[in-house]
């Protein structure tokens, strides 16, 4: 398996456009996590689904953020508009099992940069 | 809420020394642990998976324990080499959600 698939891997992007994160989890998990890192933060959890389904968004800092699942294969997490202080590196994690009993598997990320 | 606290946040150690990075978690109501490193501008590598019914994992030169009852775990890494130079994470898994709760992190230099 070539493990959690992430697309693209950076991102420049001006105050105000849309951007598009995408995300592709290992075949047969059925947890799907995006999180996003900062110095100043750490890693946060934005947004998690089980079997295609949000199960919890309330880390979405904002309405600007969205997230869909539409098959267990691809996720995307999209930001309209963005803002500078977005500039972050997003990660997907995708996991196997209830309670992530089978670990958790995280993509290289994407490293936004909002100008 | 689950808190998860790592120390020290940073450490710098001579090539082939053994060493010990200390995570703690305030609800001990957890499902697993998992130690993970982070080089910079990279993304997480999973190191070692410790579920709620173990007391510790090993491999190779590491060895993750867990202490549920008194919310601690250690990640011991022996001989240390500069190779080793990252950042490492504990996360932990609790409660009725599925997702990760991280430690912020102790970053780690080995000197050759």
């Known amino acids: 398996d070539a493990g959690v698939i992430q697309s693209p891997r950076h991102e420049v992007t001006e105050m105000g456009q849309e951007v598009t994160l995408r995300c592709k989890p290992i075949s047969g998990h059925n947890s799907l996590f995006w999180y996003r890192q900062t110095m100043m933060r750490g890693l946060e959890l934005l947004i998690y689904f089980n079997n295609n389904v949000p199960i919890d968004d309330s880390g979405m800092p904002e309405d600007r953020f969205s997230a869909k699942m539409p098959n267990a294969s691809f996720s995307t997490l999209k930001i309209q508009p963005s803002e500078p202080r977005d500039s972050a590196v997003y990660f997907c994690a995708s996991s196997l099992g209830d309670r992530g009993s089978g670990g958790y598997t995280f993509g290289s990320g994407t490293r936004l940069t909002v100008v | 809420k689950q808190e998860v606290t790592q120390i020290p946040a940073a450490l710098s150690v001579p090539e082939g020394e053994n060493l010990v990075l200390n995570c703690s978690f305030t609800?001990?109501?957890?499902?697993?642990l998992q130690w993970f490193r982070q080089d910079p501008g990279k993304g997480l590598t999973s190191l070692l998976l410790?579920?709620?019914?173990?007391r510790e994992q090993t491999s190779g030169r590491l060895n993750a324990s867990l202490d549920k009852s008194s919310g601690r775990s250690t990640l011991y890494i022996a001989a240390s080499q500069p190779g080793d130079s990252a950042t490492y994470l504990c996360?932990?898994?609790?409660?009725?959600?599925?997702?990760?709760?991280f430690g912020s992190g102790t970053q780690l230099t080995v000197l050759p």
């Open positions: 609800d001990s109501a957890i499902y697993n």
């Open positions: 996360a932990v898994t609790s409660g009725s959600a599925r997702q990760l709760t």
């Open positions: 410790i579920q709620s019914s173990q």
